[in-house]
Structure formats: structure tokens, C-alpha cells
């Protein structure tokens, strides 16, 4: 089997769920600049706690490491995922929200499904399993933060600027990069068919998590009226 370019044959493996992911009406809204705010609240209160999860399960990736190598990168993302929670702390305290409030949120349970079916893709599986269930994460919003960044320049007042400037920042996409070229290295090393069937599930399963996770914004507005003035 051809493993060179193990993450873009998974992808298309999984490409509806994928698709559904990276083109959820969440997006085209917020590329629109008329998502409303209540709903982008809800989401990254959500997502804040979503990040501390997942900087767990880049620890685990550490401790799945076998060489130095992969410890490192595993590190690399660890420290990608806690320099991004500054954005929402940033955000959360213009809304008056401190991070002890945002610590003290309840889970809702798309935040719940994502992070612990992650988590669980790297305690029953082996390091490339886990990477595989981590990708959505870094490489949708990649792509997502790639194809929203031309809206800044169309409108210098866009009302979710700050959002999608990180995430089309060059460190932003030189870890997602970082990411696939480590899945390909990693599938490289042992890859049959029913092995690959197997990783695109995990990326089916995390992509559809995340496709949830932007509906569960819209959910939850929808829940909370009064947080919509
Ligand atoms: C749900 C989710 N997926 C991916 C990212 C990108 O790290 C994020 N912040 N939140």
C-alpha cells in the first residue's frame, strides 16, 4: 500500500464526514460575519474546555511515544493547543468571563463525546491511532482558518477577526503541516488494509464529533435565551 501520503488517502476516505465538518453552516456564518454571537459564546466557552481535554490526550501522545522524536512533536502540539486557549481567555474576558468561570462551565456532552472518544482512541490504540483521532482537530481548523482568511481582507471590520486570524497564522498551519507529515511517517511504518480501514474510522468518528461540536453551539443558544441579548 501506498503510505506516502497516508493522510490525504484517509481523508478521502472519510471525505462526506469530513465535508460535512469543514462547510457546517457554523462556518459559512462566521465567513458571512453573521453567525450570532450568542451561538460563537456558547461554542468557545465549550471549546475552551474541549482544549483542556485535548492537551491531556497530547500528553498521552507523549507517553505512547517509543523515540524522542515523536515525544517532541507530540510536545510541539501540547504547547500548540495550550498558547491557542489564550485566544479564549482573550475573547471570554471581553464578555467578563474569567477563566476560573469558564473552568466551572459543565461539559455539554459534544464536548464530553469528543474529548473522551479521543482520549479513548489513544488509551485502546497505539501512538499513530491516536494521532489519526487527533487530526480533525488541527488540520480542519487549518483548513477552515485557510479558506476564511480572505474574508478578513474583504471586510477590515469582520466581527470574527481575531478568531480566524489565528487559526490562518503561520504557526497555526505550520502545525497542522507538522501534523500530517507525521501521520504519513508514522503509517509508514506498518500499514495494511484492514489497519487503514481502521484509522479512517477514527477519522470519520472525530470528524463528525466535530461537525457535532458546532452544532452543540447553536444548541445550546438556542437553550439559553437570555444569553442571546
Ligand atoms: C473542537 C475543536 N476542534 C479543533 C480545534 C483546534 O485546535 C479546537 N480549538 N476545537
New binding site residues.
Given amino acids: 500500500m501506498n503510505t506516502i501520503c497516508a493522510f490525504e488517502r484517509i481523508k478521502a476516505a472519510a471525505i462526506e464526514d469530513w465535508t460535512r465538518y469543514v462547510d457546517h453552516p457554523f462556518i459559512r456564518q462566521m465567513e458571512a460575519g453573521t453567525l450570532p454571537e450568542a451561538v460563537f459564546r456558547q461554542y468557545l466557552i465549550q471549546?475552551y474546555l474541549?482544549?483542556i481535554q485535548?492537551a491531556r490526550a497530547y500528553a498521552l501522545a507523549i507517553t505512547k511515544s517509543r523515540t524522542l522524536e515523536d515525544m517532541q512533536i507530540a510536545r510541539a502540539g501540547l504547547n500548540a493547543?495550550l498558547d491557542?486557549m489564550n485566544l479564549h481567555v482573550r475573547l471570554c474576558e471581553r464578555w467578563g468571563l474569567r477563566p476560573e468561570q469558564l473552568e466551572h462551565t459543565p461539559e455539554h456532552t459534544a464536548t464530553v463525546a469528543?474529548t473522551r472518544y479521543v482520549l479513548d482512541c489513544g488509551h485502546t490504540g497505539d501512538l499513530l491511532d491516536l494521532q489519526v483521532a487527533l487530526a480533525?482537530?488541527?488540520i480542519?481548523?487549518a483548513e477552515i482558518g485557510r479558506r476564511l482568511a480572505p474574508a478578513l481582507l474583504a471586510n477590515p471590520e469582520h466581527p470574527y477577526r481575531e478568531w480566524i486570524s489565528e487559526?490562518a497564522s503561520d504557526g497555526f498551519q505550520q502545525a497542522a503541516q507538522a501534523a500530517i507529515a507525521h501521520i504519513d511517517r508514522l503509517a509508514g511504518q506498518a500499514m495494511t488494509e484492514a489497519r487503514f480501514a481502521q484509522l479512517v474510522t477514527i477519522f470519520a468518528t472525530a470528524s463528525r464529533l466535530?461537525a457535532d461540536?458546532w452544532q452543540m453551539g447553536f444548541d445550546l443558544a438556542a437553550d439559553t435565551p437570555c444569553l442571546q441579548r
Avoid: Q, R, V, W
Fill in positions: 471549546d474541549f482544549l485535548y493547543i491557542e469528543y480533525p482537530c488541527m480542519g481548523y487559526y466535530e461540536f
